[in-house]
């Protein structure tokens, strides 16, 4: 069974990740699924805005750290921090799902419509890269956006390191990216990071939603493109390449090795020069 969801109300078409049970994260069956339905949504024509949230009060955390360590296979309920480690690395299973990831990133991008993300609880790493590639964010009171990826030794994904300073600007975005702290919604809207905080997150993106969907179509979409242009968009898909070899790269080195364990074991890890 998918943990992507589509309704449909009218011109507005609203994308569900539902894998609460994991924090909304990403194997890559699910981010498989998430790249098909971004495709659906952004070439349907009947469709004239869209809505990204996640299930159960939380965003997207990313790509499955657990998955991850058990090597890609499916079930890791007896996954413990003893588990064998990976003689190979996991940079290929991180490409498997960094791709699919990389494709609905570049889709929402280039889409002839809005995408509003509704952030409801935390949205980090690819999770927070997801948010970013959309035109508008959204996120209730409760939400907290992290970049993340430095816990666990990795390098940034996920459009990440490519928005953060078309957003916040490159001092901000060292800041995010080097010291990693966690900024609450209040904070995120007042850098630049999103752009509204609602107490009710949910009715407010889809109130959003069917203004943008009410509006002309043809000229919301060249203004996007026109602004994709000034913002040089165009660099986005060389970048994402990137972003996926650098973190598939190191993914396989032992500073992963360790923060994956130390992620597993609820511990502070202990990174080594590589």
Excluded at 82 to 100: D, H, M, S, T
Excluded at 194 to 209: C, M, P, S
């Amino acid at each position: 069974m998918s943990s992507i969801r589509i309704d449909r109300d009218g011109p507005v078409a609203t994308l569900s990740i539902a894998r609460r049970q994991r924090f909304n994260s990403l194997d890559v069956e699910t981010a498989q699924d998430l790249r098909k339905a971004g495709l659906q949504l952004s070439r349907d024509r009947e469709v004239r805005a869209v809505i990204l949230r996640g299930d159960g009060g939380v965003f997207c955390s990313g790509a499955d750290l657990k998955y991850i360590a058990a090597g890609g296979d499916a079930d890791v309920a007896y996954l413990s921090p003893e588990a064998r480690p990976n003689p190979q690395g996991y940079g290929a299973v991180f490409k498997q799902i960094l791709e699919y990831i990389h494709s609905t990133i570049s889709e929402i991008r280039r889409a002839p419509k809005p995408w509003i993300a509704c952030v409801d609880g935390f949205a980090a790493a690819g999770g927070l890269g997801l948010a970013m590639a959309c035109d508008l964010v959204v996120a209730s009171e409760r939400s907290d956006f992290e970049w993340a990826y430095f816990k666990t030794g990795l390098t940034g994904a996920e459009s990440t390191t490519f928005m953060l300073p078309r957003l916040v600007g490159f001092r901000k975005a060292m800041e995010l990216v080097m010291l990693g702290p966690k900024l609450n919604a209040v904070e995120a809207c007042r850098i630049g990071l999103i752009n509204e905080v609602a107490v009710d997150v949910e009715a407010r993106a889809k109130e959003i939603a069917v203004q943008l969907a009410a509006a002309p179509t043809t000229a919301l979409a060249v203004a996007k493109r026109l602004l994709n242009q000034a913002s040089q968009m165009e660099r986005l898909e060389p970048h994402l390449d990137a972003e996926l070899a650098e973190l598939s790269r190191i993914a396989d080195g032992p500073n992963f090795h360790e923060g994956l364990a130390a992620f597993l074991g609820h511990r502070s890890p202990q990174f080594g020069v590589e």
